[in-house]
Structure formats: C-alpha cells, structure tokens
C-alpha cells in the first residue's frame, strides 16, 4: 500500500472519532511509524508490522478513547505504554495533555524517549518502572486526572495497577478486546480500590471487523495505602 492510500486510511479513521488531522499531524505519525519499524527490527515492540495494519491496528485504535479525553490541560498516565500507544498518539492530536508513558522495560523507554525527542513533543516523558512501584510514590500517586491502559492484563490486574495513579473524581479508561467477561470478576477490585464502572462502549475499530471495548471507571474515593501490593502480586493473586 502506497503512502498516500496509508495517509487516507488515517486520515477516515480519526474522522471516525471527530479528530480532523493536520498535515503536520500526518507527518507525526508516519515519523513515528517509521522509528517503530526501525527500531522493531532490534526489540520486539509490536507484532504488527505492515503499514496498514500498524495504523489501523495501533494508531486508529489508540484515537478511539478521544472522545472520553477533551482537549485540555489536564494530567493523564498511560500504564504500560509498550511502544506508545495509547499515550503518543494521543498526544500528537491533543497537544495540551500532559502525558507520562510507563513502562517497565527500560529500552522500551528508550524508544520512547527517540520518539517524543524527533516529533518534538512537549509536556510528555517517558518513565521507566513498574506500575506497583510508581503507585505508591507521593509524586504519582493520585496525581493524575485520567489514567489509560491497552491491553495489558485482565481488569481485576488493572485496577490494581491503575487506580492508585488517579486523582478522587478522575477516570481510569481500559482498553480492552471483543470479551469484557472479566467485569464480572472485577466487582472485588472495584470495591477495594475506590472504582464505580460508568460506562461500556463496544464499537468496531474502522476498516476492520474487530470489536473492541472501552470501559470507563470512575475513581469515587481513595485507594487504601497497601494497594498497590508489592511488584508482581497484583498479577498472580488477583482481587477477585
């Protein structure tokens, strides 16, 4: 597929979600697709290495949780960023979002770091630990007004990871596949940690048949202070 079929593809799919993309935009994100693919060829950051894919598949899909993010100056962190998504191109459509990427593979951050340095982005970085352990620092914890996860683990995991990063009255959005199952199993780790699901939305991801599911927790009140529990525990023994 030529670049200019690509461009299109990008440009219909954030319409999709009401973003008109800039030409300095499209720009962005094929700079961006091309570090990816670089950069890939050393570490495994995605699987998905055809062009179209790529923007469907990781750029399209990161744009769809914009309609629960106005563009405004508020403080979001995207919890196992892997290779950026959703937090960059976030970021790339709604430049006054402050973002944190963290990740707790350090040459994933490292990538990062190239690819926020040659799309000249600011207010965003790149941090490079466990979600266990930045949820109990006093300078992450609970100061974020949203936090996003993408596939990363099952919900009951996410909570664990997620909430404790997120302000009383903010929002933790989960990414997630076809199935939500696993919101039954969360009603457990939803009561311990201060979350209230507000909403599902299933929708399909454009030029595709895949179904997906954002799901939007809101944060009522505080996590207790022994959540989140030690690197590793959260993942196998789940609050379910």
């Known amino acids: 597929m030529d670049k200019l079929d690509i461009k299109e593809l990008l440009k219909k799919g954030a319409l999709n979600f009401n973003i008109t993309l800039s030409e300095k935009d499209i720009s962005s994100f094929f700079i961006y697709k091309d570090i990816l693919s670089d950069w890939n060829k050393k570490i495994n950051l995605t699987s998905i290495e055809d062009d179209r894919e790529v923007v469907i598949k990781h750029f399209i899909d990161s744009l769809s949780i914009t309609p629960y993010i106005k563009d405004e100056n508020i403080k979001i962190v995207d919890i196992g960023t892997g290779a950026g998504f959703p937090g960059i191109p976030l970021k790339i459509v709604m430049d006054n979002l ?28 790149a941090v490079h630990s466990r979600a266990e352990d930045k949820g109990i620092s006093n300078d992450y914890r609970e100061k974020f007004d949203k936090a996003v996860a993408r596939a990363v683990a099952n919900l009951p995991v996410l909570l664990e990871y997620c909430l404790p990063f997120v302000k009383v009255g903010g929002y933790f959005i989960a990414m997630k ?9 969360s009603k457990k780790a939803l009561d311990i940690l201060g979350g209230k699901i507000e909403e599902i939305a299933e929708f399909e991801l454009p030029f595709s048949d895949i179904k997906r599911n954002i799901i939007i927790i809101r944060k009522f009140r505080q996590t207790p202070t022994k959540y989140p529990r030690k690197s590793g525990k959260p993942s196998k023994e789940p609050l379910i």
């Open 177 to 185: 596949g076809s199935s939500i199952e696993e919101i039954d199993n």
């Open 98 to 125: 402050n973002i944190t990427l963290l990740d707790s593979l350090e040459k994933r951050t490292k990538f990062l770091d190239e690819v926020i340095e040659k799309l000249n982005l600011k207010g965003i970085k």
